[in-house]
């Protein structure tokens, strides 16, 4: 796509946001999502690591939207009182198994009721 296009569909997508008897626009957020099966624990500091990861690609985005003329426009994390990235830890109800294949469409379920658990 090319540079004239996407501006195009972002100025497309931002006027939709405003037109009249529209609903305000939801305030969104990136949710980061710690999955680990339940006969695996978390490992050491997983809070912290995914903090500094999410971090470090938001500032990437940033960068990179600036750098194509964009401006420094970047996605928003959801995050604690204390300026930290929210984790939210998903323990699957399933030992883990290499045998088995990867499927997200088993894992969704368990990853909505912690999101609406969190709130």
């Known amino acids: 796509m090319t540079r004239h296009a ?8 931002m006027s939709c946001s405003v037109l009249p008897g ?8 990136l949710h980061a999502i710690y999955v ?12 912290g690591r995914l903090h500094r990861i999410m971090v470090d690609v938001q500032a990437f985005y940033r960068d990179e939207m600036e750098r194509n003329e ?6 928003p994390l959801d995050q604690d009182e204390k300026g ?12 883990f198994d290499p045998k088995t ?11 909505a009721k912690v999101l609406k658990a969190d709130g």
């Open 70 to 75: 964009y401006g420094p426009m970047t996605f």
């Open 101 to 111: 294949p990867f499927r997200t469409r088993r894992m969704t379920p368990e990853i």
């Open 6 to 13: 996407s501006a195009l569909l972002i100025a497309v997508l």
């Open 22 to 29: 529209a609903e305000p626009p939801r305030e969104l957020r």
């Open 36 to 47: 680990t099966n339940q006969d695996r624990p978390p490992r050491p500091d997983h809070q």
């Open 84 to 95: 930290r990235v929210r984790t939210h830890l998903v323990k699957l109800p399933w030992d």
